[in-house]
């Protein structure tokens, strides 16, 4: 091998110097198109109609083409924190579109921005009562008995709990990074919510809903790494790159966008569930009534991201060894808890399959 003459070397350093430079004058020619992406991030593009509201929460149905290939439809349940459009960010990382491409007919709830007259409102009124409400109206207007539901997160806990009360409306349950099993000690939030550290009844007697920017600052300080440093490096070295812009302000309206929880259920669901872990334990009631998961026994599919810091992969698959379901399936990816909704890779395969599995397991249409 033929060792680099001094000359080499100062060409090569040279030509890198060239090239960064320009990189850096085209971060520099690119700063308008930044600002239009900051001002207007495109996000949530799926056309649908606002088929039911109650108070602050809306239903949202999506426009098909087509005609939809099986009788039941998917209804998704989101978590009660941020906004729910994080399943239809944009038209190539929207989960509400890779069911539609394959044939299903979608239902989403928007939970809405409860107000200091919401602070009341327990997991029972969520369940029991709007969640419920909204299952008997994708129903009506679907001419079915029964659903299938996909819950995420927090949404995928509102679900597991609807299904124990009303098992005869589901017709398949699909479970995506909600946390069920508490018995983790190791991820931060389950540390940080411990009795001895976090008390969360003063916290709410204090504010009534639990406030966003607890939340918001909750999640960041989690990875304070990413979220404080890392994330703006990047930035700054992609400014020039469209795609990236388009991406990264996606995700920074949707990161920002936080909403509060209703107090009563923010303690609740800390109480009941980080701390006292009642859901797997069978210690869990709900209007009074006992929450018994081997009420489950439809098929079941449990879909978690591989590095998820915030619901890990064993706590959404405990409710394995407590449900009465005997078509059980597991999918997970290498994805964060976000990633596992928007990341390229989970639009490629990963979600084409998730909406198969619905196909296979609902009613044809046309069928008796």
Known sequence: MTTPSFFDLALDMQKKAWDEGFKQWNRMLNAPNVMEHAAQPNVATTAHDVVYEKDALKL???????????QEPVLVVYALVNRPYILDLQPDRSVVRRLLDNGLDVYLIDWGVPTAADQSLTLNDYVNGSLRKVVDEVCERSGTTNVNILGYCMGGTLSTLYTTQFPERVKNLSLMAAPIDFSDQESLLHIWTKEQYFDVDRMIDAYG???????QSTFQLMKPVQNFIEKYTGFA?????????ENFFAMEKWTNDNIPVAGETFREFVKCFYQRNQLVKGEFSLGGKPVDLKRIECPLLLLAAEFDHLVRPQSTY?????????????KEIHAGHVGLAVSSKAHKTFWPEVAQWYVQRSTPVGAS
């Open 60 to 70: 949202n149905h999506y426009r098909r083409e087509t005609p939809a290939v099986v």
């Open 209 to 215: 809903n639990c406030p966003a920017t607890f939340l």
């Open 237 to 245: 070295d992609n400014m020039h790159n469209e795609k990236f812009l």
């Open 318 to 330: 405990g409710i394995i060894s407590h449900v009465g379901s005997k078509d059980i399936e597991k």
